[in-house]
Antibody, heavy 119, light 107 residues
Framework: QVQLVESGGDLVKPGGSLRLSCAASGFTFSDYYMSWIRQAPGKGLEWVSFISSSGSTVYYADSVKGRFTMSRDNSKNSLYLQMNSLRAEDTAVYYC????????????WGQGTLVTVSS | DIQMTQSPSSLSASVGDRVTITCRAS??????LGWYQQKPGKAPKRLIFAASSLQSGVPSRFSGSGSGTDFTLTISSLQPEDFATYYC?????????FGGGTKVEIK
């Protein structure tokens, strides 16, 4: 069955860095686009970034552009989000979500990993 | 950027009620819209894709309609397990944008 498992969330100080991972299983990872979506405590959902199946195309929300870098390793069935220059407003649960041109967006989500940015 | 205006932001309803939630896009998005249900402490779950296609395994009391700028999620007969928060998502263009959410509470 399809599984997406995020990891790497932690408490980090403002200005610090963190790397999130999303391990995929149960499907051919290299066939699918992937995204990161976040949810601040008590708030709604916010799309963060997208990567194409090959990794050649990446898009970011303006709120993270220049600070976050999304990548993937299809040989390891893994997705990554390198988060630099973290701010208090980046505090959120981060989800990875799967998409494709035939399944559309976010038919499967991971369980999420919590990032807390605080001094 | 395409703004998604979702209404209402919350509603109270009883088991068996018909519930309607709407999303309006700031510009036309064809049928590039999905609806998601989220329960506290859980990841969102997709209910509807392509504006009106029911996700496999989702009960038929959920339905979606609309195209262009105006979209609707309808729950024909609200069940106890449907009390949750619902979000729309447009994926017509980047940045992808979610509606603000509708919290469905027990009356």
């Amino acid at each position: 069955q399809v599984q997406l498992v995020e990891s790497g969330g932690d408490l980090v100080k403002p200005g610090g860095s963190l790397r999130l991972s999303c391990a995929a299983s149960g499907f051919t990872f290299s066939d699918y686009y992937m995204s990161w979506i976040r949810q601040a405590p008590g708030k709604g959902l916010e799309w963060v970034s997208f990567i194409s199946s090959s990794g050649s195309t990446v898009y970011y929300a303006d709120s993270v552009k220049g600070r976050f870098t999304m990548s993937r390793d299809n040989s390891k069935n893994s997705l990554y989000l390198q988060m630099n220059s973290l701010r208090a407003e980046d505090t959120a649960v981060y989800y990875c979500g799967r998409s494709s041109s035939w399944t559309y967006f976010f038919d499967y989500w991971g369980q999420g990993t919590l990032v807390t940015v605080s001094s | 950027d395409i703004q998604m205006t979702q209404s209402p932001s919350s509603l109270s309803a009883s088991v068996g009620d018909r519930v309607t939630i709407t999303c309006r896009a700031s510009q036309g998005i064809r049928n590039d819209l999905g609806w998601y249900q989220q329960k506290p402490g859980k990841a969102p779950k997709r209910l509807i894709f392509a504006a009106s296609s029911l996700q496999s395994g989702v009960p038929s009391r959920f339905s979606g309609s609309g195209s262009g700028t105006d979209f609707t999620l309808t729950i024909s007969s609200l069940q106890p397990e449907d009390f949750a928060t619902y979000y729309c998502l447009q994926h017509s263009s980047y940045p992808l944008t979610f509606g603000g959410g509708t919290k469905v509470e027990i009356k």
